[in-house]
């Protein structure tokens, strides 16, 4: 009985006792690299924190501890760099806001020049990625630049008063679409899906993950440490101050995020989808939006159905673009 | 290097801003009580018993040795064992309850193949500590009282030990090489036994054993007759009887066709040894349906696998010589069986009647302080009858009546007897809050479907005495153990030390206290609580 | 050994003699040949060793010029104009962070309207990003100021901005004497960075500092810039031992010792004052000119010991700042602060903007009207300013300051 699905946890928890060493979680490690530690000024139950923490110490391991990090100005930088203290714990270079993929292109040129194998990690909140970090983006992925980029998706501008980003969801309340009018928060597209933007530059990896699969998202990052150009990696990350959600409900918030369909979790390579996350308890749309005061004005006494509809319709397209439904129920991989 | 002030910073400087300060909330780690630990007559501490055998291995032994604390039949019990503990199971609610039962037996087979031993940690009292009855009650207390270093003497009327495990459950349930290890093992530990001897005069025997307590056990062995009309050349046999012939190695003559009145599971078990010596037609009669039938499912969907069948809502008014009149009742608005008037005939050689059982409680008359109520012995929260340093268990005092239900008091007859001795009150069990299912995050178990036992094959059920229910394999009783979801207490999964976006967990490595909280930086967002699979944390309020 | 070059590829050749690890830059106008010289070397095994970053935008290319950094290599990067404007951000940061690339700018007019043609408004719009700027007077100058720019920017850890004339250098074919590859390699030691990034010594670079430290920070920064100040004449000299070529240090003194009128000026311009000069001179008029190599740090010393006792000083500007005038000229005003007595009047001279030439003819009328006290020195003057495109504009000519 060497089969990791059998245990009573299978593969979802972080650990587990019983299998060997290797097997668990990066996270489950006492020695973990904690790349980002504590001390750190993030908000209670942030999600950011979180899965930067997750990526890192999973690259970190996958290179022997040989990375440094670019990172995009946003919450991340702000709240763990205060002077005089910092909450990093690997070699870690802030720029700008906008440039975060170029500079980490310019850091993998550079230590190719002085003949290092360090490995490169971009990361920067949605805005700094899928907004005014875009250009810098898209020309680090069309040039295949060995670096691992990270996008922690919390659909907005947080730290600055929950503004919108071009990864706000519809319906969504931000400083800047009030819940008012006809058409209450944010307005109602296409979005900006930036795994499917650099898909379309057909780099070698794109991968989406939430920090509520850990094992998932290991696997990912190492799967993408293992691969020379440009990888990119989109994990959704629950603010609880920018989504008016309660601090114990982040993990939650991304669960749902996948089970409802709303976030499709997969993989892609070359541009071609390889891998879908099936849905392994579904749920409506309902019970993500519930959870969140940024969703509030859907429900309650001037509740909108239709637009609740609307977002479910959203993500049944996802559930059957990606094929998330699947005849045999996960039991762990 | 030369560092430009400000600008560049030192790795991990943050950890000199303590966060904990942000804090209205703390995790704690709780120990709350799982629904199998709560639900076990025998008291077992199934939780932790599991969560030793998911180790496999070494582990097994001290898994075993862990029920073998309270309860000394692992191998009986996870045959013959109703087992509440599944139908509280937690799991029940997500897929399927863990196979808690099948588990023990596997464990409680190991000690019989590997032939692990328990001693006597105790130094001897020099007390003398007499049980009436080898039942499983008085095997579950003498086997404490032994270990609690006191002298135990077993005075049993029949010629084997065991009681109602030997003489009430048919050998496809319970081979006897299991139970024989079973005791054997207790009586390895220096108690007496003394067989075929009836107890008639309590106060004489204690006197004249010079015994200090006594545990009285004696079970409900007379099988409750029923006021039939039968004639002469009718052939009424009770359940009891017949099942006890059985544990005596006879093979009872019942004829082609058997009829057995009743309908819980010593019908039940009558039906299917009926088949087992050669009846073609057992059925069972029932004045109730299905649903109401005390008999437990499993018994009644695998004797109807052994062909056994059920006449439900249907009464005997005759027996004659090869027939029966059965009358045809309907449920009132109370659920309880009304006659019809309609009446029809049902063939048969033999009827067995299983319409209960009482205890023989003669040897306690003129014993003073003891009170009998509704054929039942009175005893306190510690099993002591009236009569002080006289406890009594088992079958013979007001509770449920099961095997399991009789080892629970004979563990607590004997601490009681242990502390009265001692002239101590026995210590109160800690009451921890149940571990709700709410309060379990399941997502983080997989989707594990139990692991069924495997069935002998029905032709060879029917026709002999073979063991029905199988074991489970190693592989599947592991399989089984994981599936436990350690309700309420930590299972070491470290998913509280991967979630805490401020790495205020600490690993101890210690397996008693694996975690701990780092309270300089928790900042109280409660995720571990949200994300522990177990709910063995708690959020509670700080003093702010 | 001299070879006849085109301003753009003695430039190239001499920053790829320089052996930078990493080259990042926007492909084209506003651009120059430098870089497409720069990424044959890196293609032809010419320059081994460097990564050639073809970047998407000049944001871009000073970006990764900032990763390049951080990490510890050589780092170059060459734009200009508009191309400049849209690096701003990253100009500040890469200061800010102390990361010494060396950086060619081929100064160029910035739009609207958009125009291609050389002046310096891009680099004087950049006056406090915190870069050191230096200013070549000729091919010859920008080959052996960035030299020199490697040196200084990674003694000081400062980024350096080798300004040299759009067009009027950098397409200009001359004579250069470029520097022997060993001769840099004596000159130019292997970049040893103040600090970088290293998984093995793992530090934060780039942190958020609050009120309680920022104006230290910025301080300290301008305590650091100041510092080329000392270093660049030293170089400078080091430069000419091993050279055999003044390159000046600081600035550029021509017939300053008793001139009565001196033209103060940055850039390949100074070549056309210094023949007017002499013409002067043989007119009688005692005439100097002081070209600024260091526009930053403002190397204020060195301008008033340069100027000294002279009466008239004429800062002949090819850029300006709308709204105000003078650049270049509050400077020099600053730098005489402390003069003593009235100190001399100071004329501040627009000309040459969007490419338009600055003809000896026209530099000496205005050197003839100043010397005949014609000039008013409080306004703002524009050399060649053409009346009659201000009538059809419908705004004529009013006043300038």
């Given amino acids: 009985m060497t089969d990791l699905k059998l245990y009573q946890v299978g593969t979802f928890a972080a650990g587990n006792r019983l299998v060997d060493l290797e097997l668990r979680s990066v996270q489950a490690h006492a020695d973990r690299a904690n790349s980002i530690t504590s001390g750190h000024r993030a908000c209670q139950g942030c999600g950011e924190a979180l899965g930067a923490r997750y990526v890192l110490d999973a690259a970190m391991r996958a290179a022997g501890g040989d990375v440094v990090v670019a990172n995009a100005t946003g919450c991340l930088e702000v ?53 005014i970090g875009f250009g810098c983006l898209s020309g680090m992925f069309e040039r295949n630049d060995d670096v691992l980029y990270v996008c922690y998706d919390n659909q907005g501008y947080m730290n600055t008063g929950v503004q919108r980003s071009g990864a706000t969801p519809p319906a969504a309340r931000t400083a800047n679409t009030a819940p008012l009018g006809p058409e209450p928060g944010n307005a109602f597209g296409q979005g900006k899906s930036a795994p499917l933007i650099a898909m379309a530059h057909e780099i070698p990896y794109v991968a989406t993950a939430t920090v509520a699969d850990l094992r998932d998202l290991e696997r990912k990052v190492e799967k993408a440490m293992s691969i020379r150009g440009a990888r990119y990696l989109h994990v959704l990350v629950p603010c609880p101050l920018g989504w008016a959600a309660a601090s ?86 | 290097m030369d560092h430009p002030f400000a600008i560049t910073l030192d790795v991990g400087s943050s950890r000199a801003n303590k966060t904990g300060s942000w804090r209205t909330e703390r995790p704690l780690y709780v120990h709350n009580q799982p629904p199998c630990n709560r639900a076990c007559p025998a008291g077992e501490d199934v939780r932790t018993w599991l969560y030793d055998a998911e180790e496999g291995g ?32 937690n799991r029940g609610q997500l897929d399927e309850a863990v196979g808690i039962n099948s588990v023990e037996r596997f464990l409680g087979d190991e000690a019989i193949r590997c032939g692990w031993q328990v001693t006597v940690d105790q130094p001897s009292s020099g007390l003398r500590v007499l049980v009436v009855g080898a ?136 039906a299917r040894t009926a088949k087992r010596l050669g009846a073609e037609e057992s059925v069972v009669v029932y004045r109730r349906t299905r649903e109401r039938m005390p008999a437990h499912d499993a018994e009644v969907r695998e004797a109807e696998e052994e062909g056994v069948r059920f006449t439900w809502l249907s009464s005997i008014t005759q027996v004659e010589e090869g027939s029966l009149t059965i009358e045809r009742m309907e449920l009132d608005e109370t659920g309880f069986p009304q006659p019809t008037g309609v009446t029809e005939q049902l063939p048969a050689d033999s009827l067995v009647l299983a319409l209960g059982q009482d205890s023989d409680l003669r040897f306690l008359d003129g014993v003073s302080g003891i009170e009998v109520d509704h054929g039942v012995v009175t005893v306190d929260e510690q099993m002591m009858t009236g009569r002080p340093g006289v406890f009594a268990g088992g079958d013979m005092v007001p509770d449920q009546r099961s095997a399991t239900v009789g080892i629970g008091h004979g563990r607590r007859a004997a601490l009681g007897v242990d502390a009265w001795l001692h002239g101590r009150t026995t210590a109160q069990p800690d009451d921890a809050a149940p571990a709700e299912f709410e309060a379990l995050n399941t997502w983080y178990f997989a989707d594990a479907p139990r ?94 | 050994m001299f070879e006849q070059l085109e301003g753009s590829r003695a430039v190239a050749k001499t920053v790829a003699r320089c052996r930078p690890a990493v080259i990042a830059a926007y492909p084209i106008s506003p651009q120059t040949h430098i870089v497409e010289a720069l990424s044959d070397f890196v293609r032809t095994g010419e320059l081994p ?23 510890g290599a050589r780092t170059y990067t060459a734009t200009a104009s508009q191309g400049l404007l849209f690096m701003a951000e990253a100009l500040f940061n890469a200061s800010g962070l102390g990361l010494p690339i060396v950086m060619t700018v081929a100064n160029r007019a910035i739009g609207s309207p958009i125009n291609i043609w050389n002046d310096q408004s891009d680099s004087m719009s950049q006056r406090d990003a915190g870069w050191v700027q230096l200013f070549a007077t000729s091919n010859q100058e920008a080959v052996d100021l960035h030299v020199q720019a490697f040196v200084l920017a990674e003694r000081l850890s400062l980024p350096v901005m080798v300004c040299m004339d759009g067009f009027v250098l950098t397409h200009a074919v001359e004579a250069v004497d470029l520097p022997e590859q060993a001769q840099i390699d004596a000159f130019l030691p292997p970049f040893a960075p103040r600090q970088h990034l290293d998984s093995r010594d793992p530090i934060t670079i780039g942190s958020m500092v609050g009120p309680e430290a920022f104006t230290e920070v910025r301080y300290l920064m301008h305590d650091q810039q100041l510092a080329a100040l000392d270093e660049l004449p030293r170089i400078s000299q080091d430069f000419e031992s091993v050279f055999g070529r003044d390159t000046g240090g600081l600035v550029r003194p021509y017939r300053t010792e008793d001139a009565d009128v001196i033209v103060v000026a940055l850039g390949s311009v100074l070549g056309g004052v210094n023949e007017v000069v002499d013409a002067l001179r043989e007119d009688g008029v005692a005439a100097g000119s002081l070209g600024i190599t260091c526009f930053r740090p403002w190397p204020a010393e060195a301008v008033r010991a340069a100027i000294g006792p002279a009466r008239q ?89």
């Fill in chain 2, 58 to 89: 070494d582990a097994y032994e001290r898994a075993w040795r862990r029920i073998m604390e309270v309860n000394p039949f692992p191998a009986v019990m996870g045959r013959v064992c109703y087992h509440p503990c599944e139908t509280g199971c």
């Fill in chain 3, 49 to 71: 060793g460097c990564e050639y970053l073809m970047v998407e935008s000049e944001f871009g290319a000073m970006s990764a010029c900032i990763g390049a950094s951080g990490v």
């Fill in chain 2, 451 to 544: 692991a069924h036992r495997p069935l002998l094959e029905a032709v060879r059920r029917s026709s002999t005495f073979d063991e029905v229910v199988q074991s489970l394999d190693a592989d599947s009783a592991l399989y089984e153990a994981r599936r436990c979801m350690s309700c309420g207490n930590c299972l070491s999964c470290d998913n509280c030390f991967g979630v805490c976006p401020d790495n205020a967990i600490i690993k101890t490595g210690d397996p008693d206290t694996p975690y701990l909280i780092d309270l300089d930086y928790c900042k109280g967002c409660g995720l571990c609580a949200a994300e522990c699979p177990a709910g063995a944390i708690r959020m509670a309020p700080e003093d702010i």
């Fill in chain 1, 79 to 131: 709240f763990s760099t205060p002077y005089p203290e910092s909450s990093w714990q690997v070699a870690w270079l802030h720029s700008l806001f906008g440039n975060a993929p170029a500079v980490a292109a310019g850091m993998a040129a550079g230590l190719r020049a002085l003949g290092r194998e360090t490995r490169v990690v971009g990361q920067g909140g949605d805005g700094g990625t899928v907004d």
């Fill in chain 2, 135 to 270: 039942g499983p009650s008085g095997l579950s207390a003498a086997y404490q009282l032994a270990r609690l270093g006191h002298e135990v003497t077993i005075i049993e009327a029949a010629a084997k030990p065991g009681g109602m495990m030997r003489y009430g459950i048919p050998e496809y349930r319970l081979p006897r090489e299991v139970l024989d290890a079973e005791i054997q093992r207790i009586l390895d530990l220096g108690v007496h036994l003394q067989l075929g001897t009836t107890v008639t005069d309590l106060d004489a025997t204690m006197r004249e054993g010079r015994y200090d307590a006594a545990f009285l056990a004696v079970g409900a062995q007379l099988g409750r007759r029923a006021h039939l009309p039968a004639g002469t050349a009718s052939h009424v046999v009770d359940a009891v009887a017949l099942l006890h012939h059985l544990g005596e190695g006879d093979r009872p003559m019942l004829g082609r066709r058997v009829a057995i009145y009743g309908g819980g599971n010593t019908a039940v078990d009558a």
């Fill in chain 3, 313 to 401: 000083v004429v800062v002949v500007e090819r850029a300006f700042a709308p709204g105000v005038g003078a650049i270049v000229g509050q400077d020099v005003r600053h730098a005489l602060r402390s003069a003593p007595g009235d100190g001399p009047a100071v004329y501040d001279v627009v000309a040459g903007l969007g490419g338009r030439p600055v003809t000896r003819a026209s530099l000496r009328g205005l050197l003839d009207d100043v010397v005949a006290e014609r000039l008013d020195p409080h306004e703002l003057h524009f050399l060649d300013l053409d009346h009659e495109l201000l009538e059809r504009a419908g705004t004529p000519w009013r006043r300038t300051s």
């Fill in chain 1, 248 to 333: 114990s409900d982040t993990i939650r918030l991304a669960r749902l995020a996948t089970e409802s369909g709303i976030f499709p979790v997969f993989e892609a390579e070359y541009g071609e989808v390889t891998a879908a996350t099936p849905i392994r308890r579904p749920v409506p749309v309902d019970e993500y939006l519930r959870l969140q005061g940024r969703f509030a004005h859907l429900f309650g006494k001037h509740a909108r159905p239709d637009l609740v509809a609307r977002i479910q319709a959203a993500a049944d397209r996802n559930i059957v673009r990606f094929g998330l439904v699947e005849a045999e129920p996960r039991t762990g991989s």
